[in-house]
Each structure stands twice: as C-alpha cells, then as structure tokens.
C-alpha cells in the first residue's frame, strides 16, 4: 500500500514543481509596464521624449531603442544614464510629422530579452 501511494504521490510531485519553476521564470521577464508616447498616441513634436518602464530592473547598456521615421529609415536612439532601474528613456528630436515605430529591446536584470514595438504619431502643430 505504501509503494502504491508513493508511485502516484512522485509524478504530481514532478508536476508541481514544474508549474512552481515555469511560473517563476515567466515571472522574472521584462513586462511593458508604461510608456510614453503610448501606443498610436499623437504627440506633438519636433521634440519627443521617450520613456519605458519596466516591471523589473534593466540592463540600459545592453537595451536598444530604434526609430522606425515615416520614410522607414531607421535611427537608433541613445539611452540616457539617469533613468531608474526599471525605465529606460531617450529623447527623439527633430521629428517631423507623420507615424513613427519605436522598436525597443530590453535585457531584464535575470538576462532574458523581451522586444517590442511603439506606433504613435506626430502630430501637424
């Protein structure tokens, strides 16, 4: 009897650890929080600045932000040093209007990438 239980008691013992490190895996990657501009805003330019926050710390040096410009040319943007940990910022200067794709790459601190995209829109002032 006491074999019996213990052949059913290891495989939901395996199972439930399984479902314990997935979900503490999933949990420790970089989820979009907040952003601004937010997605397919229009903002007022020529000046926009940028900033992301994050549900855990960031690596800013190994994070990235491209800009995606209305005639699809792309422009990386530099990242500045004094954001907190959670957030990663810049400033896009210069924009004329039209619709613009932020393209961002964010390296959590457990070093898992997570990737996305902005659209938003400068608006004619």
């Keep these: ?6 052949k059913c008691f290891a495989p939901i013992l ?5 479902l314990l490190l997935l979900v503490a895996s999933a949990a420790a990657h970089a989820v979009l929080l907040e952003s601004s501009p937010s997605l397919n805003a229009a903002v007022a330019g020529p000046d ?8 855990v ?8 932000f491209a800009l995606v410009r209305p005639d699809g040319t792309t422009t990386p943007l530099e990242l500045a040093k ?5 957030t990663l910022s810049a400033q896009a ?3 004329a209007p039209g619709a613009y794709r932020l393209r961002w790459q964010a390296l959590a601190s457990d070093g898992h990438i997570t990737r996305g995209e902005i659209t938003f829109t400068v608006a004619r002032t």
């Design 93 to 95: 200067s210069g924009l």
């Design 82 to 86: 004094d954001s907190p940990a959670d």
């Design 14 to 18: 395996f199972v439930t650890a399984a």
């Design 48 to 55: 926009v600045p940028i900033k992301l926050r994050f549900n």
């Design 1 to 6: 009897m006491y074999s019996a239980r213990r």
């Design 57 to 64: 710390r960031i690596d800013a040096s190994r994070s990235r």
